[in-house]
């Protein structure tokens, strides 16, 4: 009979021989001062990934979340199953979309740097994600952006000028002033209010979306998300409620590779793809060219004809690339090879239509420079517009009592009192 002192002691042994543990710490492909390198990113041939029927089931579609969905191929043309054959108008209309959003912020960028507002964040080399997205959805179904999806209210045709006011927090801010810079809120153009806090619109849009189905509508849901807030509570909750509850919404994750000053190792990109997260869920998953404004188009639609064909909802990664700092509190250069945006492999989405749009003859090199002229003049001078109402340090642009409006329908009495007693105080100190 075995010793139990003598198998413990021989267990004992034998841990001591075990190599120790440790723990793996994702690193970025290149640092500051070293070559970038993404040669180890596999990038398919453009016709590579197949089109299955809008209602099939997730399972059956299991390798979309693990490859790429791709239209425009090394020479601008579009081919594979997924190219949507768009007309010439809607490809003209894509372009200068998506050029009018980088004029806007080259911009924005500009008057911060000005001092005229605080804080702004560019989109840059991400355009295709909002604008074809919002082309291939429908007028009156309900965006919930983050904070750079822009494009879909510039592709919406919703003016300038009233965002520039949200931006400077001027008296023509139809917000008031309540809201940070570039956190817009446009119900008319279904464009829910951005919030700075990471993930909140994504249960947000799920629950919007299983609403417009509780209520017999027709209208679906579509959010957007950055790589790194896969990792909040609120993405996992909203993707089990949207499997269990098939709600009819589309969910984007926008992985451009940088969370602030963390690449997307440290969200899970080394071990998987963010479209496999869909996987787990039962959920439908598409990885997408999101440089390539066409199978960004195409991908949409699909997953929008999926939603309304009560089939479910579907959770669309866009493999894109932030040109830019995070924002203009952000120095990328501290953290990230200087050459990265010029090495990135899958392009620049303006350059990469106009190339398209050019093959087919409906454009020139010659109109697309006139229509970056026409569109930087158009901005500038709606930007001085919007200067008028007011910009950052020019003191209170709203009523100080507007302050304590807009909360409830009626003012309670106890809102009154304190609304009165701050007026009191700025009267007596002579403000």
């Not at 959003?101 to 560019?122: E, H, I, L, P, V």
């Not at 003049?377 to 020019?394: C, Q």
Request: proline letters at 6%; a negative charge.
């Amino acid at each position: 009979m075995t010793d139990p002192h003598d198998s413990a002691r021989l267990q004992g042994e034998a841990g001591r021989n075990l190599p120790p543990l440790r723990l793996h710490v994702p690193e970025p492909p290149a640092r500051p001062g070293e070559s970038a390198d993404f040669t180890h990113f596999d990038i398919p041939a453009a016709d590579a990934a197949p089109r299955p029927d809008e209602t099939a089931q997730p399972a059956t579609m299991r390798d979309l979340a693990y490859g790429l969905v791709r239209v425009l191929d090394e020479e601008g043309a579009a081919v594979g199953q997924w190219n949507p054959n768009l007309p010439p108008e809607t490809l003209l209309r894509m372009l200068r979309a998506m050029a009018l959003t980088r004029a806007f912020d080259a911009r924005m960028f500009r008057a911060q740097r000005q001092g005229k507002t605080s804080f702004y964040m560019k989109s840059t080399g991400e355009e295709a994600v909002s604008i074809g997205a919002a082309l291939a959805l429908d007028r009156d179904d309900m965006c919930f952006p983050s904070y750079r999806q822009q494009g879909i209210l510039i592709a919406r045709d919703w003016p300038i000028i009233d965002m520039m006011n949200q931006i400077y927090s001027n008296k023509g801010d139809r917000l008031k002033g309540r809201q940070l810079p570039i956190m817009y809120s446009a119900r008319e153009a279904g464009f829910f209010s951005i919030s700075g806090n990471l993930t909140t619109q994504y249960p947000q849009a799920v629950g919007w979306a299983m609403a417009s189905a509780a209520r017999g509508d027709t209208r679906i849901a579509a959010t957007w998300c950055g790589e790194g807030s896969t990792a909040e509570g609120d993405f996992h909750s909203a993707c089990t409620f949207a499997s269990v509850y098939r709600a009819p919404v589309i969910m984007n994750v926008v992985n451009n590779q940088w969370a602030i000053s963390s690449f997307s190792g440290f969200a899970g990109a080394e071990a998987t793809t963010f479209a496999a997260r869909a996987v787990g869920y039962g959920i439908a998953g598409l990885r997408v060219d999101g440089n390539d404004v066409l199978a960004v188009y195409a991908a949409t639609r699909w997953a929008a004809d999926r939603a309304r064909a009560n089939a479910g909802p579907t959770l669309i990664e866009h493999f894109t690339y932030r040109v830019e700092g995070h924002s203009t509190s952000d120095d990328p250069t501290a953290y990230r090879s200087a050459e990265e945006s010029s090495l990135w492999p899958l392009g620049d989405p303006i350059a990469r239509l106009k190339q398209h749009c050019i093959g087919l003859g409906i454009w020139d090199e010659d109109r697309h420079a006139a229509m970056d002229k026409d569109l930087a003049e158009m901005v500038r001078d709606a930007a001085r517009e919007a200067e008028k109402n007011g910009i950052l340090g020019h003191g209170l642009h709203h009523p100080m009592e507007s302050m304590f409006e807009d909360v409830f329908e009626d003012m309670p009495w106890h809102l009154k009192e304190q609304q009165q007693q701050m007026l009191d105080e700025w009267k007596a100190a002579g403000l």
